[in-house]
């Protein structure tokens, strides 16, 4: 099943309806209560992250699922890329995304980087490739064989930070608090053709 398509504008506009509709998900499934709160936190987690992105082109949220299986989706055009992009570094005084502070705060900052095609070999120089993976076809994403998949995934990044945790430890100590790390049982970033879309995904037992 897959919910109506929400828009939400930088304004917050959108934000309850997609709550709302993530609350008909969970009740149309069955959850029971425990259950459907952790699916509304990592649905507030995921419309949340947009707060501090002024002036950003609206995005699409929507929610799929089959049997006990969610997963909750926000997409957005690359064509907006330049002015999310550009909003984005108007919340900081150095003009740096100084705002990729936290899991929650990478997670944005990887969503909006991926929306400018030409900006990968940064993005990648900046998390090193054990932390955003630049990958082919994904059959699993019913896209046609030709197309070009970039993307991102909380598992590799989860075994990179485990890897480089004596490094690095605050990357671990982000993943230990954060909620949507803890509740999730994967997150995707992944562009193709001229969308880049974030997926969070949940299957309860």
């Known amino acids: 099943m897959k919910s109506d398509v929400i828009t939400i504008t930088p304004e917050g506009e959108g934000v309850e309806e997609a709550l ?6 969970a009740a149309f499934r069955g959850l029971n209560a425990k259950q459907t709160l952790r699916l509304r936190l990592l649905a507030e987690e995921m419309t ?21 299986a969610f997963s909750l989706h926000l997409s957005a055009d690359t064509q907006a890329d330049y002015a999310m992009r550009e909003a984005l570094l108007k919340t900081s005084t150095t003009g740096k995304n100084e705002a990729a502070k936290g899991f929650m705060g990478r997670i944005r900052d990887i969503f909006t980087r991926l929306c400018e ?17 630049v990958v082919g076809y994904d059959a699993s994403m019913d896209m ?13 990044y ?10 690095e430890p605050e990357k671990w100590d982000e993943l230990e608090k954060s ?27």
């Not at 709302?20 to 998900?25: I, N, P, R, S, Y």
């Not at 046609?144 to 590799?156: D, E, I, K, M």
């Not at 989860?158 to 490094?167: D, I, K, Q, S, T």
């Not at 949507?180 to 969070?200: G, P, S, W």
Request: glycine share 6%.
């Open 20 to 25: 709302a509709e993530t609350g008909k998900a």
């Open 48 to 68: 949340g992250m947009l707060r501090t992105i002024v002036g950003a082109a609206p995005l699409r949220f929507w929610v799929e699922s089959e049997k006990n």
């Open 117 to 133: 095609t030409n900006d990968l070999n940064a993005l990648s120089t900046e998390y090193g490739y054990s932390y955003v993976g």
């Open 158 to 167: 989860r075994e990179a930070v485990e890897e480089h945790r004596e490094a």
């Open 179 to 205: 909620i949507t790390a803890k509740l999730a049982d994967e997150v995707k970033i992944f562009i193709r053709r001229n969308t880049v879309e974030m997926v969070i995904e949940k299957t309860f037992a």
């Open 144 to 156: 046609s064989p030709n197309a070009v998949l970039y993307g991102w995934s909380l598992s590799a």
